[in-house]
């Protein structure tokens, strides 16, 4: 039996409850038929999730972008875990580049937030990825495997297995100005990411999925996924007009599903 293709989007500041609530239905029309061949996710607002959460059912995995380490207390601006269970969502996003280098949030703060989510029974989407300034140093391996090891070292094996999945999302190729990394570039750094997984929780890390996000659009999303070791694809604006996303995916699952590393 193929595994399934990973694949969703964070639409970050961008749409109202309204417009992702259109979204996410539509969306949800378009795939269908293909459903059962995807772990589709959508991660939108905070204040979008429970409405966004009712119109789908549970047929679609719906995320939140940030989430507290702690239960309760003097956290203004803060979600707990508590409160996202309450309206049905156990899959949150950590660690993503925005909040590391606009928010400064910490490795240590990653980590804090990963347990947190697993000791509620929440799988979690870290995301990892180097500067350019690493890169042009030759430290990207490096910067990667630590900031793994870092938040994601604190879970066990049995943890890691079915509730964490990673995104690695090079820093200097998401957002309005980025530039995508080759597709061979993305297939070496995932490899490097795998191996990290299966050294830190031995054979359940091989069963922890490595999505790639980046610039993905529909001219390299296609060579993007036929790569060694590319469980799916993370994406950003280009996933935001629904027929736009139907037809990425569209392409890339057959591709998807008919790679000889799986």
Sequence with gaps: MKRRLYIGTNTKMFQTAAEAEAYIRRMDELIGDIRDRLEFFFIPSYTSLERVARAVGGRIRIGAQNMA???????????????????????????????????????????????????????????????????????????????????????????????????????????????????????????????ALRDMFGENGSAVPVLYGGSVNPSNAVDIISRKGIDGLFIGRSAWDPERFDSIIRDVLPVFENRQDY
């Design 69 to 195: 380490w702690e239960e309760r207390g003097q956290y203004t601006g803060e979600i707990s875990p508590l409160m996202l269970d309450e309206i049905g969502v156990r899959f949150v996003l950590i660690g993503h580049s925005e909040r590391r280098h606009v928010f400064r949030e910490t490795d240590e703060d990653e980590a804090k937030k990963i347990k947190c989510a697993a000791d509620h029974g929440f799988t979690s989407l870290l995301c990892v990825g180097e500067t350019s300034e690493q890169k042009e140093s030759g430290l990207a391996e490096a910067s990667v495997i630590k900031q793994l090891r870092a938040a994601a070292g604190v879970l066990s094996s049995e943890e890691a297995s079915g509730k964490l999945w990673v995104a690695y999302e090079p820093v200097w190729a998401i957002g309005t100005s980025g530039v995508p990394a080759s597709a061979s570039y993305a297939e070496d750094m995932h490899g490097v990411i795998k191996a």
